[in-house]
């Protein structure tokens, strides 16, 4: 098949845009022979009668094409596509080599400068047609590289700086969340709720809490959302002002009694939090929750726990039993109901209510923690610790049997209660 003589050369996504080729040569009527021919396709020629000639006019535009005689007095081909590979640029010249040259040895040699292709002198009309046609479509292939290259660099750009203003959304979302359990450690009395509250992100869906409405009685709580992220947190902040340490009018958890504020019973809570829940209709999320007052008179801890792991009471001898009567989540039905445990703590006992961070957490040797490991966790924290200490330290035994493949893949949270006396 004949090319077409009369169209130019240009193909790829700069259709319609002229390609500049540099003829380097030391004989004038070499130059102007392939001058001709290009010309006559289209292409704008620039001439150089040297290779140090040819590499300034490179310096000073890059041509698209360089088509080169291998042999000239100074710096020949070789040494001038090595230059030429060597100058700045963000667009890549195709160089082809002219030689009379058709060895093995000499075509490695010219590979290695950096060229791109070669001509045999004397250069075939057809043959030069076709190579500067190979060269236009590596050099629009090329260009459409680059050019989609610079569109994905902006765009990873504009996502970076998205990101930036998202991450420090987040991180002042997490001090927000945070200003949710502003005391993580309280004494009531001669006995004491402490708080741990781990999230597996910049924030979390887990949220633990403690209010005293009168010095006699103490609630405590430990609440789990479904999902993760920013709905979820979201869910906490609304939860957190139902069950207020501040604003007891707005608390859920308190009503008032002959004697004043007084503490609602659990399962009325559990209740009211479902019943509010269910009544806004756009609403998905649900929760887990384990909510327990205690009469710091009588040591009498009535508790409800609804969908949440069983609480882990720890005898001052230490015996340890899970108790709790399960339940569904709160707001996932409206129909759910809710049913109370009730128990009294001797001076001594723990209660502690923990989020599925724990059991659920994925550990050497595979499977979950489970019932069993908690026990063992528990069974591992030092005696003489109390409040804080102990529950870091419960959480340093957690991440000892974490399985390092997996490390923390939900909101870890607690709430430990220590009776000390009436």
């Not at 190979?134 to 970076?160: C, F, W």
Request: proline share 4%.
């Amino acid at each position: 098949m004949r090319f077409n003589q009369s169209s130019p050369i240009r193909t790829g996504p700069e259709a319609g845009s002229v390609r500049t080729v540099l003829v380097v040569d030391d004989s004038r009527l070499q130059r102007r022979i392939l001058a001709s021919m290009l010309q006559k396709w289209g292409c704008a020629v620039i001439e150089a009668e040297s290779g140090d000639h040819a590499l300034a006019i490179c310096k000073a535009a890059r041509p698209d094409i360089v088509l080169s005689d291998w042999m000239m007095p100074g710096m020949d081909g070789l040494d001038f596509c090595r230059a030429f590979r060597q100058l700045p640029s963000d667009r890549y010249g195709y160089f082809i080599l002219l030689t009379a040259k058709s060895g093995k040895v000499e075509t490695a040699q010219g590979l290695d400068a950096g060229a791109d292709d070669f001509l045999t002198k004397p250069v075939n009309r057809e043959e030069l047609r076709a190579r500067i046609s190979a060269g236009d479509r590596i050099i629009a292939m090329q260009r459409e590289l680059s050019e989609k290259n610079r569109i994905i660099g902006e765009t990873l750009d504009r996502l970076q700086a998205a990101y930036d203003s998202i991450d420090h959304d987040l991180k002042q979302a997490r001090k927000i969340q945070q200003s949710l359990v502003p005391r993580v450690s309280e004494a009531f009395g001669a006995s004491r709720v402490s708080l741990l509250l781990k999230p597996c992100g910049h924030i979390g869906g887990d949220l633990v809490g403690m209010f005293a409405p009168r010095p006699d009685q103490v609630a405590f709580y430990s609440l789990d959302v479904s999902g993760h992220g920013i709905t979820s947190a979201l869910m906490t902040a609304r939860l957190g002002n139902y069950l207020s340490a501040v604003y007891f009018d707005q608390n859920l958890g308190v009503e008032t009694d002959d004697r004043g504020l007084a503490l609602r019973p659990p399962v009325a809570v559990a209740e009211d939090l479902n019943t509010r829940l269910m009544a806004d209709k756009g609403i998905d999320e649900y929760f887990t929750m384990a909510y327990a007052t205690v009469d710091l008179g009588s040591g009498r801890l009535r508790l409800v726990q609804a969908g949440h792991p069983h609480p882990l009471l720890i005898r001052a001898n230490g015996e340890m039993e899970f108790v709790g009567r399960g339940g569904l989540p709160i707001g996932l039905l409206e129909e759910a109901s809710f049913s109370q445990t009730e128990l009294v703590l001797e001076p001594g006992d723990r209660l502690l209510l923990y989020s599925d961070g724990f059991t659920e957490a994925q550990v050497v040797g595979g499977g979950m923690l489970d019932a069993e490991g908690m026990l063992d966790i528990v069974a591992r924290c030092q005696p003489d610790q109390s409040g804080r200490e102990w529950l870091e330290d419960l959480f340093w035994n957690l991440m000892e049997r974490m399985a390092p493949d997996y490390g923390v893949e939900d909101d870890v949270s607690a709430t430990l209660f220590e009776f000390n006396g009436r």
